[in-house]
Protein backbone atom coordinates (compact mmCIF):
# COMPACT_ATOMS: atom_id res chain seq x y z
CA UNK A 1 0.00 0.00 0.00
CA UNK A 2 1.48 3.54 -1.20
CA UNK A 3 1.15 6.39 1.51
CA UNK A 4 0.61 9.79 0.75
CA UNK A 5 4.04 11.98 -0.70
CA UNK A 6 4.27 15.47 1.56
CA UNK A 7 5.45 17.58 -1.32
CA UNK A 8 7.47 20.70 -0.05
CA UNK A 9 5.52 23.97 -1.09
CA UNK A 10 7.04 27.78 -1.29
CA UNK A 11 3.69 29.14 -1.35
CA UNK A 12 2.91 30.68 1.66
CA UNK A 13 -0.70 30.57 3.96
CA UNK A 14 -2.55 33.07 2.79
CA UNK A 15 -3.45 36.58 4.90
CA UNK A 16 -7.25 37.63 5.46
CA UNK A 17 -8.25 39.59 2.30
CA UNK A 18 -8.93 42.75 2.48
CA UNK A 19 -12.30 42.54 0.17
CA UNK A 20 -13.38 38.73 -0.63
CA UNK A 21 -16.62 37.61 -1.60
CA UNK A 22 -19.73 37.71 0.18
CA UNK A 23 -21.83 34.61 0.03
CA UNK A 24 -25.76 34.73 0.83
CA UNK A 25 -27.81 31.86 2.27
CA UNK A 26 -31.39 31.84 2.98
CA UNK A 27 -31.87 29.30 5.85
CA UNK A 28 -35.71 28.21 6.69
CA UNK A 29 -36.18 26.45 9.67
CA UNK A 30 -39.14 24.43 8.89
CA UNK A 31 -40.66 20.83 9.43
CA UNK A 32 -40.37 17.92 7.37
CA UNK A 33 -41.35 14.14 8.04
CA UNK A 34 -38.13 11.90 7.21
CA UNK A 35 -36.89 8.45 6.75
CA UNK A 36 -33.05 8.05 6.63
CA UNK A 37 -33.04 4.91 7.03
CA UNK A 38 -33.38 2.61 3.93
CA UNK A 39 -34.60 -0.57 6.30
CA UNK A 40 -36.84 -0.63 8.68
CA UNK A 41 -36.86 3.10 9.78
CA UNK A 42 -39.65 4.54 11.54
CA UNK A 43 -40.71 8.35 9.54
CA UNK A 44 -40.30 10.66 12.15
CA UNK A 45 -41.14 14.44 11.93
CA UNK A 46 -38.27 16.49 11.83
CA UNK A 47 -36.96 20.14 12.14
CA UNK A 48 -34.71 20.94 8.85
CA UNK A 49 -32.79 23.65 7.26
CA UNK A 50 -34.72 24.19 3.75
CA UNK A 51 -36.41 20.48 4.56
CA UNK A 52 -32.85 18.60 4.18
CA UNK A 53 -30.66 16.64 6.44
CA UNK A 54 -28.01 18.08 6.45
CA UNK A 55 -28.49 21.45 5.69
CA UNK A 56 -27.02 22.73 3.04
CA UNK A 57 -23.22 22.73 2.83
CA UNK A 58 -21.32 26.52 2.74
CA UNK A 59 -18.15 26.80 1.52
CA UNK A 60 -15.87 30.00 1.51
CA UNK A 61 -12.52 31.73 1.40
CA UNK A 62 -10.37 32.89 4.53
CA UNK A 63 -11.39 36.86 3.86
CA UNK A 64 -15.12 36.20 2.95
CA UNK A 65 -18.00 37.37 4.28
CA UNK A 66 -20.84 34.94 5.11
CA UNK A 67 -24.30 36.76 5.22
CA UNK A 68 -27.31 33.61 6.09
CA UNK A 69 -30.73 35.03 6.24
CA UNK A 70 -31.91 32.89 9.31
CA UNK A 71 -36.06 32.36 9.31
CA UNK A 72 -37.80 30.38 11.85
CA UNK A 73 -40.95 28.86 9.90
CA UNK A 74 -42.18 26.54 12.89
CA UNK A 75 -45.17 28.53 13.66
CA UNK A 76 -45.03 26.41 17.07
CA UNK A 77 -45.02 23.12 15.56
CA UNK A 78 -41.42 22.19 16.73
CA UNK A 79 -43.16 19.83 19.36
CA UNK A 80 -46.23 18.73 20.91
CA UNK A 81 -48.07 21.62 22.89
CA UNK A 82 -47.60 19.15 25.75
CA UNK A 83 -44.09 18.49 25.48
CA UNK A 84 -43.49 22.10 24.68
CA UNK A 85 -45.45 23.50 27.83
CA UNK A 86 -43.58 20.66 29.93
CA UNK A 87 -39.87 21.36 28.73
CA UNK A 88 -40.43 25.24 29.13
CA UNK A 89 -41.12 24.91 33.03
CA UNK A 90 -38.53 22.15 33.25
CA UNK A 91 -35.94 23.93 31.69
CA UNK A 92 -37.02 27.69 30.69
CA UNK A 93 -36.08 26.39 26.74
CA UNK A 94 -39.06 27.26 24.50
CA UNK A 95 -38.62 24.47 22.13
CA UNK A 96 -40.34 26.60 19.01
CA UNK A 97 -37.25 28.93 19.17
CA UNK A 98 -34.52 28.73 17.57
CA UNK A 99 -30.79 29.80 16.69
CA UNK A 100 -27.17 28.54 14.65
CA UNK A 101 -24.04 28.33 16.59
CA UNK A 102 -20.56 27.90 13.99
CA UNK A 103 -18.96 25.24 15.80
CA UNK A 104 -15.09 26.21 15.93
CA UNK A 105 -15.49 29.95 14.50
CA UNK A 106 -14.54 32.44 16.81
CA UNK A 107 -16.25 35.65 15.72
CA UNK A 108 -13.47 38.17 16.45
CA UNK A 109 -15.34 41.53 17.29
CA UNK A 110 -18.17 39.60 16.93
CA UNK A 111 -19.75 37.92 19.43
CA UNK A 112 -23.24 38.57 18.67
CA UNK A 113 -22.66 36.48 15.74
CA UNK A 114 -21.66 32.87 18.02
CA UNK A 115 -25.36 31.99 17.93
CA UNK A 116 -26.68 30.89 21.81
CA UNK A 117 -30.07 31.91 22.98
CA UNK A 118 -30.01 34.37 26.08
CA UNK A 119 -26.02 34.77 25.76
CA UNK A 120 -25.44 35.99 22.50
CA UNK A 121 -28.82 36.61 20.79
CA UNK A 122 -32.23 36.92 21.63
CA UNK A 123 -33.89 33.01 20.45
CA UNK A 124 -35.50 33.66 17.10
CA UNK A 125 -38.97 33.02 17.74
CA UNK A 126 -41.69 31.66 14.86
CA UNK A 127 -41.89 34.16 12.47
CA UNK A 128 -38.80 35.54 13.39
CA UNK A 129 -35.65 35.80 11.18
CA UNK A 130 -31.94 36.69 12.47
CA UNK A 131 -29.29 38.24 10.04
CA UNK A 132 -25.69 35.91 10.66
CA UNK A 133 -22.83 37.90 8.95
CA UNK A 134 -19.95 36.93 9.59
CA UNK A 135 -16.29 37.37 8.49
CA UNK A 136 -14.16 34.04 7.52
CA UNK A 137 -10.85 34.73 9.53
CA UNK A 138 -10.17 30.87 10.06
CA UNK A 139 -9.15 28.58 7.40
CA UNK A 140 -10.40 24.78 7.99
CA UNK A 141 -13.15 22.57 8.75
CA UNK A 142 -16.18 23.92 10.56
CA UNK A 143 -19.88 23.10 10.68
CA UNK A 144 -22.99 24.82 12.24
CA UNK A 145 -25.85 23.22 13.83
CA UNK A 146 -28.86 24.22 16.22
CA UNK A 147 -28.25 25.48 19.48
CA UNK A 148 -31.50 25.39 21.47
CA UNK A 149 -32.72 21.92 23.29
CA UNK A 150 -31.84 18.22 21.06
CA UNK A 151 -32.53 20.79 17.94
CA UNK A 152 -29.42 19.92 16.08
CA UNK A 153 -29.90 16.03 15.85
CA UNK A 154 -31.42 17.34 12.40
CA UNK A 155 -30.25 20.78 12.08
CA UNK A 156 -26.85 20.96 10.87
CA UNK A 157 -24.20 21.60 7.78
CA UNK A 158 -20.73 21.47 7.01
CA UNK A 159 -18.67 24.75 6.65
CA UNK A 160 -15.42 24.44 4.68
CA UNK A 161 -13.39 27.49 5.01
CA UNK A 162 -10.55 27.05 2.31
CA UNK A 163 -7.09 28.89 2.95
CA UNK A 164 -7.79 30.89 -0.55
CA UNK A 165 -9.42 31.08 -3.69
CA UNK A 166 -6.65 28.79 -5.06
CA UNK A 167 -7.06 26.21 -2.22
CA UNK A 168 -10.41 25.62 -3.11
CA UNK A 169 -11.27 22.71 -6.31
CA UNK A 170 -14.36 25.26 -7.52
CA UNK A 171 -12.07 27.40 -8.38
CA UNK A 172 -9.23 25.19 -9.39
CA UNK A 173 -8.45 24.11 -13.30
CA UNK A 174 -5.48 22.03 -12.16
CA UNK A 175 -5.05 18.73 -13.25
CA UNK A 176 -4.37 15.83 -11.27
CA UNK A 177 -1.54 15.67 -8.78
CA UNK A 178 -0.28 12.03 -10.11
CA UNK A 179 1.18 11.32 -13.37
CA UNK A 180 0.59 8.10 -15.03
CA UNK A 181 3.46 6.29 -12.92
CA UNK A 182 1.82 7.26 -9.48
CA UNK A 183 4.49 9.67 -8.24
CA UNK A 184 2.88 12.65 -6.89
CA UNK A 185 3.54 16.17 -8.62
CA UNK A 186 3.64 19.48 -7.18
CA UNK A 187 0.32 21.51 -8.95
CA UNK A 188 0.80 24.59 -10.79
CA UNK A 189 -0.87 26.30 -7.87
CA UNK A 190 -0.67 25.94 -4.52
CA UNK A 191 -1.78 22.69 -2.59
CA UNK A 192 -5.50 22.63 -1.89
CA UNK A 193 -3.86 22.31 1.52
CA UNK A 194 -1.85 25.48 1.06
CA UNK A 195 1.37 23.88 2.82
CA UNK A 196 2.93 20.90 2.97
CA UNK A 197 0.53 18.35 1.47
CA UNK A 198 -0.82 17.98 -1.99
CA UNK A 199 -3.89 16.31 -2.71
CA UNK A 200 -6.26 16.05 -5.57
CA UNK A 201 -9.96 15.89 -4.58
CA UNK A 202 -11.93 17.23 -0.97
CA UNK A 203 -14.83 15.29 0.40
CA UNK A 204 -16.57 15.05 3.29
CA UNK A 205 -18.27 12.30 5.94
CA UNK A 206 -20.49 13.81 8.13
CA UNK A 207 -21.51 11.39 11.13
CA UNK A 208 -24.83 12.21 12.63
CA UNK A 209 -27.34 10.46 15.02
CA UNK A 210 -31.42 9.88 14.20
CA UNK A 211 -33.54 9.05 16.92
CA UNK A 212 -37.53 7.61 15.55
CA UNK A 213 -38.46 9.18 18.89
CA UNK A 214 -40.56 12.95 18.23
CA UNK A 215 -40.87 13.50 22.32
CA UNK A 216 -36.57 13.34 22.79
CA UNK A 217 -36.55 17.27 24.28
CA UNK A 218 -39.79 16.40 27.36
CA UNK A 219 -37.91 12.98 27.78
CA UNK A 220 -34.27 14.29 28.50
CA UNK A 221 -35.51 16.85 29.93
CA UNK A 222 -38.59 15.52 32.21
CA UNK A 223 -39.38 12.68 34.62
CA UNK A 224 -38.77 9.89 32.74
CA UNK A 225 -35.09 10.29 32.06
CA UNK A 226 -33.69 7.03 32.43
CA UNK A 227 -30.15 7.63 30.36
CA UNK A 228 -29.42 8.59 27.12
CA UNK A 229 -31.47 6.33 24.33
CA UNK A 230 -29.08 4.67 21.55
CA UNK A 231 -29.47 6.09 18.27
CA UNK A 232 -31.64 4.22 15.70
CA UNK A 233 -29.32 4.88 13.15
CA UNK A 234 -26.06 6.32 11.98
CA UNK A 235 -26.21 8.84 9.33
CA UNK A 236 -23.51 9.51 6.65
CA UNK A 237 -23.69 12.51 4.77
CA UNK A 238 -28.13 12.19 5.78
CA UNK A 239 -28.13 8.73 4.97
CA UNK A 240 -28.17 5.74 7.22
CA UNK A 241 -27.33 1.98 5.84
CA UNK A 242 -28.20 0.00 8.28
CA UNK A 243 -26.17 -3.06 7.64
CA UNK A 244 -24.28 -3.38 4.23
CA UNK A 245 -26.59 -6.63 3.58
CA UNK A 246 -29.46 -4.63 3.38
CA UNK A 247 -27.81 -3.75 0.19
CA UNK A 248 -29.75 -7.09 -1.30
CA UNK A 249 -32.44 -6.50 -0.06
CA UNK A 250 -35.95 -4.97 -1.46
CA UNK A 251 -35.77 -2.29 1.22
CA UNK A 252 -32.28 -0.90 0.12
CA UNK A 253 -30.22 0.25 -3.52
CA UNK A 254 -27.84 2.17 -4.36
CA UNK A 255 -29.19 5.21 -3.95
CA UNK A 256 -29.81 4.76 -0.07
CA UNK A 257 -26.42 4.68 0.43
CA UNK A 258 -23.81 7.01 1.05
CA UNK A 259 -21.26 6.83 -1.72
CA UNK A 260 -18.15 8.75 -2.09
CA UNK A 261 -16.68 8.17 -5.54
CA UNK A 262 -12.95 8.69 -6.11
CA UNK A 263 -10.72 8.39 -9.25
CA UNK A 264 -7.92 5.59 -9.21
CA UNK A 265 -4.67 7.05 -8.27
CA UNK A 266 -5.65 9.90 -6.49
CA UNK A 267 -5.21 10.96 -3.03
CA UNK A 268 -8.59 12.07 -1.10
CA UNK A 269 -8.87 15.03 1.26
CA UNK A 270 -11.83 13.16 3.30
CA UNK A 271 -13.39 15.78 6.07
CA UNK A 272 -14.76 13.78 9.05
CA UNK A 273 -17.26 15.80 11.04
CA UNK A 274 -18.52 14.77 14.11
CA UNK A 275 -22.10 16.34 14.07
CA UNK A 276 -22.75 13.86 16.24
CA UNK A 277 -25.09 14.29 19.72
CA UNK A 278 -24.35 11.25 21.81
CA UNK A 279 -21.65 8.29 20.94
CA UNK A 280 -17.92 8.85 19.68
CA UNK A 281 -17.61 7.16 17.09
CA UNK A 282 -14.80 5.52 15.16
CA UNK A 283 -13.49 5.70 11.40
CA UNK A 284 -12.54 2.50 9.51
CA UNK A 285 -11.86 1.70 5.63
CA UNK A 286 -11.40 -1.34 4.02
CA UNK A 287 -8.35 -1.31 2.70
CA UNK A 288 -7.20 1.67 3.25
CA UNK A 289 -5.18 3.71 5.72
CA UNK A 290 -5.55 7.44 6.78
CA UNK A 291 -3.34 10.10 7.41
CA UNK A 292 -4.18 12.73 9.95
CA UNK A 293 -3.40 16.13 8.27
CA UNK A 294 -5.93 18.61 10.18
CA UNK A 295 -7.54 18.72 13.63
CA UNK A 296 -10.60 21.43 14.18
CA UNK A 297 -9.41 23.98 11.71
CA UNK A 298 -5.71 23.62 12.63
CA UNK A 299 -3.28 21.54 10.49
CA UNK A 300 -0.49 19.01 12.11
CA UNK A 301 2.13 16.75 10.85
CA UNK A 302 0.80 13.57 9.12
CA UNK A 303 0.23 11.12 11.16
CA UNK A 304 -1.02 7.75 9.61
CA UNK A 305 -3.31 5.57 10.92
CA UNK A 306 -5.99 2.64 10.80
CA UNK A 307 -8.70 4.25 12.33
CA UNK A 308 -10.20 7.63 13.91
CA UNK A 309 -11.73 8.41 16.85
CA UNK A 310 -13.84 11.62 16.68
CA UNK A 311 -16.44 12.63 19.00
CA UNK A 312 -19.07 14.91 19.45
CA UNK A 313 -18.49 18.70 17.82
CA UNK A 314 -14.87 17.37 16.53
CA UNK A 315 -13.45 17.28 12.75
CA UNK A 316 -10.75 15.34 11.56
CA UNK A 317 -9.32 15.71 7.45
CA UNK A 318 -7.47 12.68 6.51
CA UNK A 319 -6.07 12.41 3.28
CA UNK A 320 -6.55 8.62 1.57
CA UNK A 321 -4.76 7.53 -1.17
CA UNK A 322 -7.46 5.60 -3.96
CA UNK A 323 -4.09 3.17 -4.52
CA UNK A 324 -6.43 -0.26 -4.43
CA UNK A 325 -8.45 -2.24 -6.81
CA UNK A 326 -11.30 -0.71 -8.92
CA UNK A 327 -13.70 -2.01 -6.98
CA UNK A 328 -16.16 -0.72 -3.64
CA UNK A 329 -14.76 -0.05 0.21
CA UNK A 330 -16.72 -0.25 3.16
CA UNK A 331 -16.36 3.09 5.24
CA UNK A 332 -17.36 1.59 8.98
CA UNK A 333 -18.24 3.91 11.53
CA UNK A 334 -18.56 2.08 14.83
CA UNK A 335 -20.36 3.83 17.79
CA UNK A 336 -18.43 3.26 20.87
CA UNK A 337 -19.86 3.63 24.67
CA UNK A 338 -18.11 6.07 25.91
CA UNK A 339 -17.51 5.06 29.52
CA UNK A 340 -15.13 3.12 31.54
CA UNK A 341 -15.48 0.67 34.30
CA UNK A 342 -14.77 1.79 37.55
CA UNK A 343 -13.60 -1.69 38.51
CA UNK A 344 -10.34 -1.60 36.04
CA UNK A 345 -8.46 1.39 36.75
CA UNK A 346 -5.40 0.12 35.08
CA UNK A 347 -7.17 -0.63 32.02
CA UNK A 348 -9.56 1.90 31.18
CA UNK A 349 -11.31 1.74 27.32
CA UNK A 350 -14.47 1.79 25.37
CA UNK A 351 -16.87 -0.63 24.47
CA UNK A 352 -18.44 -1.20 21.14
CA UNK A 353 -22.62 -0.24 20.81
CA UNK A 354 -23.81 -3.82 20.50
CA UNK A 355 -26.41 -5.19 18.65
CA UNK A 356 -29.23 -4.49 17.45
CA UNK A 357 -28.39 -0.81 17.94
CA UNK A 358 -26.78 0.06 14.32
CA UNK A 359 -23.17 1.05 13.45
CA UNK A 360 -22.64 3.21 10.33
CA UNK A 361 -21.97 2.22 6.63
CA UNK A 362 -20.91 3.97 3.78
CA UNK A 363 -19.08 2.78 0.41
CA UNK A 364 -15.61 4.00 -0.66
CA UNK A 365 -16.19 3.70 -4.73
CA UNK A 366 -13.81 3.88 -7.50
CA UNK A 367 -14.73 4.87 -10.40
CA UNK A 368 -13.22 3.43 -13.61
CA UNK A 369 -10.08 4.72 -15.42
CA UNK A 370 -12.21 4.64 -18.50
CA UNK A 371 -14.72 6.89 -16.70
CA UNK A 372 -12.62 8.93 -14.94
CA UNK A 373 -10.19 9.94 -18.18
CA UNK A 374 -11.73 9.18 -21.40
CA UNK A 375 -12.15 12.08 -24.10
CA UNK A 376 -10.02 14.42 -21.42
CA UNK A 377 -14.04 15.08 -20.08
CA UNK A 378 -14.06 18.46 -17.81
CA UNK A 379 -17.26 17.54 -16.71
CA UNK A 380 -17.05 14.21 -14.63
CA UNK A 381 -16.46 16.52 -11.44
CA UNK A 382 -19.02 18.64 -9.54
CA UNK A 383 -18.05 22.11 -8.44
CA UNK A 384 -15.88 21.03 -6.00
CA UNK A 385 -14.04 18.73 -7.22
CA UNK A 386 -15.62 15.58 -6.21
CA UNK A 387 -15.89 13.11 -9.25
CA UNK A 388 -19.59 12.54 -10.35
CA UNK A 389 -21.32 8.95 -10.19
CA UNK A 390 -20.69 6.90 -12.88
CA UNK A 391 -22.22 7.42 -16.13
CA UNK A 392 -21.85 6.32 -20.09
CA UNK A 393 -23.15 2.67 -18.86
CA UNK A 394 -21.33 2.10 -15.59
CA UNK A 395 -22.95 -0.09 -13.07
CA UNK A 396 -24.87 2.04 -10.52
CA UNK A 397 -25.70 -0.87 -8.65
CA UNK A 398 -23.81 -2.30 -5.69
CA UNK A 399 -23.39 -6.10 -4.79
CA UNK A 400 -23.17 -6.32 -1.38
CA UNK A 401 -20.79 -9.73 -1.67
CA UNK A 402 -18.48 -7.68 -3.46
CA UNK A 403 -17.71 -5.11 -1.14
CA UNK A 404 -14.41 -5.35 0.42
CA UNK A 405 -15.40 -4.74 4.47
CA UNK A 406 -12.63 -3.16 6.81
CA UNK A 407 -11.76 -5.96 10.17
CA UNK A 408 -13.27 -5.12 13.09
CA UNK A 409 -11.65 -2.00 15.06
CA UNK A 410 -10.60 -2.92 18.55
CA UNK A 411 -13.02 -3.87 21.44
CA UNK A 412 -12.09 -2.58 23.83
CA UNK A 413 -10.87 0.28 22.42
CA UNK A 414 -7.91 1.92 24.51
CA UNK A 415 -8.54 5.00 26.06
CA UNK A 416 -7.38 7.80 25.85
CA UNK A 417 -7.24 6.78 22.24
CA UNK A 418 -3.41 6.68 21.49
CA UNK A 419 -3.05 8.94 18.21
CA UNK A 420 -3.81 12.10 20.01
CA UNK A 421 -0.51 12.11 22.18
CA UNK A 422 1.15 11.59 18.86
CA UNK A 423 -0.07 14.25 17.07
CA UNK A 424 2.26 17.30 16.25
CA UNK A 425 1.17 20.90 15.54
CA UNK A 426 1.99 22.24 12.18
CA UNK A 427 2.59 26.12 13.91
CA UNK A 428 4.84 26.57 16.37
CA UNK A 429 3.40 26.32 20.11
CA UNK A 430 2.89 29.99 21.45
CA UNK A 431 4.06 31.18 24.44
CA UNK A 432 1.61 30.20 26.59
CA UNK A 433 2.43 26.95 26.67
CA UNK A 434 6.22 27.23 26.83
CA UNK A 435 7.88 24.27 29.29
CA UNK A 436 7.53 25.86 32.80
CA UNK A 437 4.89 28.58 31.86
CA UNK A 438 1.69 29.27 34.30
CA UNK A 439 -1.35 30.08 34.00
CA UNK A 440 -3.04 33.18 35.63
CA UNK A 441 -6.10 31.61 36.27
CA UNK A 442 -7.41 27.96 37.20
CA UNK A 443 -10.73 27.07 37.38
CA UNK A 444 -11.83 23.99 38.60
CA UNK A 445 -14.87 22.81 37.00
CA UNK A 446 -16.33 19.51 38.94
CA UNK A 447 -19.00 18.13 37.02
CA UNK A 448 -22.08 16.14 38.60
CA UNK A 449 -25.34 14.67 38.29
CA UNK A 450 -28.57 14.49 39.81
CA UNK A 451 -32.43 14.77 40.36
CA UNK A 452 -34.05 17.70 41.51
CA UNK A 453 -37.82 19.48 42.13
CA UNK A 454 -38.58 21.42 39.10
CA UNK A 455 -41.83 22.79 39.10
CA UNK A 456 -43.79 19.71 40.19
CA UNK A 457 -41.36 17.12 38.96
CA UNK A 458 -38.20 15.52 39.80
CA UNK A 459 -35.75 15.80 36.54
CA UNK A 460 -32.38 14.79 35.82
CA UNK A 461 -29.91 17.71 35.99
CA UNK A 462 -25.77 18.16 35.30
CA UNK A 463 -24.45 20.81 37.41
CA UNK A 464 -21.01 22.27 37.25
CA UNK A 465 -19.25 23.62 40.47
CA UNK A 466 -22.94 22.95 42.01
CA UNK A 467 -24.72 25.01 39.14
CA UNK A 468 -27.01 23.47 36.89
CA UNK A 469 -27.24 26.69 33.78
CA UNK A 470 -30.37 27.55 32.77
CA UNK A 471 -31.33 30.33 30.50
CA UNK A 472 -30.99 33.94 31.78
CA UNK A 473 -33.73 35.74 31.92
CA UNK A 474 -32.81 38.36 29.07
CA UNK A 475 -29.54 37.88 26.79
CA UNK A 476 -26.39 38.74 28.57
CA UNK A 477 -24.47 40.02 25.89
CA UNK A 478 -27.32 42.72 25.21
CA UNK A 479 -27.14 44.03 29.35
CA UNK A 480 -23.17 44.29 28.66
CA UNK A 481 -24.27 46.79 25.60
CA UNK A 482 -27.39 48.33 27.08
CA UNK A 483 -25.31 49.08 30.55
CA UNK A 484 -27.90 47.05 33.18
CA UNK A 485 -24.99 44.67 33.59
CA UNK A 486 -23.12 44.65 36.90
CA UNK A 487 -19.34 44.63 37.05
CA UNK A 488 -17.60 41.59 38.34
CA UNK A 489 -17.18 41.74 42.39
CA UNK A 490 -13.53 40.12 42.07
CA UNK A 491 -10.54 39.41 39.58
CA UNK A 492 -10.40 36.43 39.37
CA UNK A 493 -6.56 35.95 39.55
CA UNK A 494 -6.27 38.09 42.46
CA UNK A 495 -8.16 35.04 44.58
CA UNK A 496 -6.45 31.88 45.42
CA UNK A 497 -6.80 29.30 43.07
CA UNK A 498 -7.95 27.06 41.73
CA UNK A 499 -11.02 28.94 41.45
CA UNK A 500 -14.50 26.56 42.24
CA UNK A 501 -17.51 28.98 42.20
CA UNK A 502 -18.18 31.44 39.10
CA UNK A 503 -18.72 35.10 40.47
CA UNK A 504 -21.68 35.61 42.74
CA UNK A 505 -23.20 38.51 41.26
CA UNK A 506 -22.54 37.12 37.85
CA UNK A 507 -22.90 33.89 38.28
CA UNK A 508 -20.48 33.49 35.34
CA UNK A 509 -16.67 33.38 35.45
CA UNK A 510 -15.57 37.49 34.47
CA UNK A 511 -11.57 37.35 32.72
CA UNK A 512 -9.36 39.90 31.85
CA UNK A 513 -8.17 40.34 29.09
CA UNK A 514 -4.68 38.48 28.18
CA UNK A 515 -4.69 36.73 30.72
CA UNK A 516 -3.94 32.14 30.61
CA UNK A 517 -6.62 30.42 31.71
CA UNK A 518 -6.31 26.85 32.63
CA UNK A 519 -9.68 25.28 32.70
CA UNK A 520 -9.83 21.88 34.57
CA UNK A 521 -12.45 19.67 33.97
CA UNK A 522 -13.36 16.53 36.23
CA UNK A 523 -15.21 13.61 35.97
CA UNK A 524 -17.26 12.09 38.59
CA UNK A 525 -18.69 8.99 39.24
CA UNK A 526 -21.21 8.00 42.10
CA UNK A 527 -19.73 5.06 44.23
CA UNK A 528 -22.52 2.83 44.06
CA UNK A 529 -21.81 2.85 40.26
CA UNK A 530 -19.91 0.21 38.05
CA UNK A 531 -19.45 3.03 34.87
CA UNK A 532 -17.69 6.28 34.70
CA UNK A 533 -18.81 8.96 31.54
CA UNK A 534 -16.61 10.50 29.53
CA UNK A 535 -17.55 14.15 28.44
CA UNK A 536 -16.20 15.70 25.29
CA UNK A 537 -15.68 19.59 26.07
CA UNK A 538 -16.16 22.69 23.84
CA UNK A 539 -15.21 26.14 23.81
CA UNK A 540 -16.81 29.01 22.06
CA UNK A 541 -14.70 31.68 21.07
CA UNK A 542 -11.84 30.84 21.87
CA UNK A 543 -9.38 27.74 20.90
CA UNK A 544 -8.08 25.52 23.63
CA UNK A 545 -4.55 23.39 23.96
CA UNK A 546 -5.09 20.28 26.36
CA UNK A 547 -1.47 20.32 28.03
CA UNK A 548 -2.35 17.56 30.83
CA UNK A 549 -4.72 14.90 31.85
CA UNK A 550 -5.23 12.65 34.94
CA UNK A 551 -6.72 9.61 36.88
CA UNK A 552 -8.99 10.10 39.60
CA UNK A 553 -9.70 13.91 41.10
CA UNK A 554 -7.22 16.38 40.48
CA UNK A 555 -5.58 17.94 43.31
CA UNK A 556 -4.09 21.71 42.68
CA UNK A 557 -0.85 21.64 45.11
CA UNK A 558 -0.33 17.97 43.55
CA UNK A 559 -1.20 18.35 40.28
CA UNK A 560 -0.76 21.59 38.92
CA UNK A 561 2.55 20.95 36.99
CA UNK A 562 1.83 18.40 35.18
CA UNK A 563 2.23 18.45 31.61
CA UNK A 564 2.07 15.15 30.51
CA UNK A 565 0.93 15.66 26.64
CA UNK A 566 4.01 15.70 24.64
CA UNK A 567 2.79 18.35 21.94
CA UNK A 568 -0.73 20.13 23.25
CA UNK A 569 -2.20 21.14 19.70
CA UNK A 570 -5.03 23.58 18.98
CA UNK A 571 -8.65 22.40 19.83
CA UNK A 572 -11.90 23.65 20.03
CA UNK A 573 -13.59 20.24 21.40
CA UNK A 574 -11.59 17.80 23.66
CA UNK A 575 -13.06 14.70 25.60
CA UNK A 576 -11.96 14.48 28.52
CA UNK A 577 -11.63 10.54 29.22
CA UNK A 578 -13.08 8.80 32.32
CA UNK A 579 -9.70 7.22 34.24
CA UNK A 580 -9.46 6.61 38.28
CA UNK A 581 -6.87 5.25 40.80
CA UNK A 582 -6.83 2.01 42.45
CA UNK A 583 -7.56 4.23 45.74
CA UNK A 584 -10.32 6.24 44.39
CA UNK A 585 -12.30 2.52 42.77
CA UNK A 586 -15.66 2.34 43.85
CA UNK A 587 -15.84 -1.51 43.34
CA UNK A 588 -19.19 -0.75 41.47
CA UNK A 589 -21.19 -2.15 44.22
CA UNK A 590 -24.40 -0.81 43.44
CA UNK A 591 -25.62 -1.66 47.10
CA UNK A 592 -23.17 0.15 48.86
CA UNK A 593 -25.01 2.33 51.42
CA UNK A 594 -22.29 4.84 51.79
CA UNK A 595 -22.65 6.41 48.56
CA UNK A 596 -19.84 8.53 47.69
CA UNK A 597 -18.83 11.23 45.07
CA UNK A 598 -15.82 10.05 43.61
CA UNK A 599 -13.23 11.43 40.59
CA UNK A 600 -12.40 9.73 37.94
CA UNK A 601 -10.80 11.53 35.95
CA UNK A 602 -9.77 15.11 34.54
CA UNK A 603 -7.95 17.17 31.56
CA UNK A 604 -6.54 20.63 31.63
CA UNK A 605 -7.48 22.89 28.85
CA UNK A 606 -5.24 26.23 28.33
CA UNK A 607 -6.02 29.02 26.52
CA UNK A 608 -5.79 33.29 26.14
CA UNK A 609 -8.48 35.08 27.18
CA UNK A 610 -7.84 37.08 24.24
CA UNK A 611 -11.40 37.52 22.28
CA UNK A 612 -14.10 40.09 24.32
CA UNK A 613 -17.34 38.47 24.54
CA UNK A 614 -19.84 36.34 26.53
CA UNK A 615 -18.60 32.81 25.81
CA UNK A 616 -20.21 28.88 26.41
CA UNK A 617 -17.93 26.19 27.18
CA UNK A 618 -20.37 22.99 27.94
CA UNK A 619 -20.31 19.40 27.36
CA UNK A 620 -21.19 19.04 23.59
CA UNK A 621 -23.42 16.09 24.26
CA UNK A 622 -26.29 17.59 23.25
CA UNK A 623 -28.53 16.30 26.02
CA UNK A 624 -26.36 16.94 28.41
CA UNK A 625 -26.44 20.88 26.92
CA UNK A 626 -30.26 20.51 27.91
CA UNK A 627 -29.66 19.29 31.04
CA UNK A 628 -27.42 22.42 32.44
CA UNK A 629 -23.94 21.12 31.66
CA UNK A 630 -22.58 24.51 31.01
CA UNK A 631 -20.79 27.50 32.21
CA UNK A 632 -19.90 30.86 30.93
CA UNK A 633 -16.93 32.85 30.43
CA UNK A 634 -17.47 36.99 30.20
CA UNK A 635 -13.66 37.86 28.70
CA UNK A 636 -12.69 41.20 28.13
CA UNK A 637 -15.50 43.00 28.81
CA UNK A 638 -14.20 46.36 29.43
CA UNK A 639 -12.58 46.19 25.79
CA UNK A 640 -16.30 44.77 24.50
CA UNK A 641 -17.68 47.09 22.16
CA UNK A 642 -20.87 47.24 21.31
CA UNK A 643 -20.53 45.91 16.82
CA UNK A 644 -21.52 49.14 14.40
Known sequence: MRTPLFVLASWAVFAVAAHGATLYHEFNLTQATLRPSCGNGTAVSAITINGQVPGPTITGNVGDRLVINFRNQLHDAAASSHDKRDVLRW?????????????????????????????????????????????????????????????????????????????????SNATTAHNSNNVLKPRHRPPLLVD????????????????????????????????????????????ALPTLDALNSTTCSAEDAPIITVDKHSIVRLRIIGALVHR??????????????EVDGHLV?????????????????????????????????????????????????????????????????????????????????????????????????????????????????????????????VKPEPPMLAKGSKADVTIYLNTTFGREWRNGD??????????????????????????????????????????????????????????????????????????????????????????????????????????????????????VYGAHTDEENGNGHADDKDVRIKGCGWAKLRFMADNPGIWAVHCHLAPHILQGMTIVLEEGIPKLDRRP
Open 91 to 171: TGMDLSSASLHFHGLHHRGAPDQDGVPMLTQDPVMPGGEFHYDITLEQGGTFFYHAHVAMQEVTVFGALTVYESPLADPAQ
Open 196 to 239: KVAYDTDQLLMISEWFDRPDMDAYIAGPKYAGIPEADAILVNGK
Open 280 to 293: TAIVTIAGHRMTII
Open 301 to 425: TPYETDAVEVSPGQRISVLVCADQAVADYAIHVTPLVATVSVDKPTSASFEHVQSPHPHGWAILRYASVLQSTSNGDKNNTDAHGNPKAASNGESTTINASNIHVPPEVASPWPVPWPVWDQLKP
Open 458 to 575: FVQRFYVNGISHDMPSTTLLHQIWNGTRPAAIHALANLPQPITKPDTTLGTYPLTLGSVVDLVVQNTYYSNATRCSAHPWHTHGTDHWLIAYGAGTYDHQRDQHIRNVPHPIAKDTSM
